[in-house]
């Protein structure tokens, strides 16, 4: 669960509470960023390697967009 992060704005005397990760929290999140760029460059085997890892971290790994899509590419098209 992110921590809360209390600040007060110097110029409005405002205060704010921002949500901070957790260093596990960030880790899981840079996994399911790395993995959506394997998904949108086709890297199967880079794409398993990281599910592994987020299954070990208890994770799973989020539906991205590039999956549920497929990518269009300038290769095929004519002019």
């Keep these: 669960m992110p921590e809360r ?3 007060t704005n110097v ?3 405002a205060t704010v509470v921002t949500e901070v990760p957790t ?3 960030a880790y899981i ?3 399911q960023r790395e993995r959506a760029g394997y998904v949108t460059h086709g890297r199967k085997d880079r794409v398993a390697a990281v ?3 987020l299954e070990r971290w208890g994770a799973s790994p989020e539906e ?3 999956e ?3 990518r269009r590419t ?3 098209a004519k002019s």
């Design 5 to 7: 992060e209390t600040a």
């Design 11 to 13: 110029r409005t005397g």
């Design 23 to 25: 260093a596990d929290e």
């Design 29 to 31: 999140a840079s996994l």
């Design 51 to 53: 599910d592994a890892e």
């Design 64 to 66: 991205t967009a590039a």
């Design 68 to 70: 549920s899509k497929p």
């Design 74 to 76: 300038a290769r095929g």
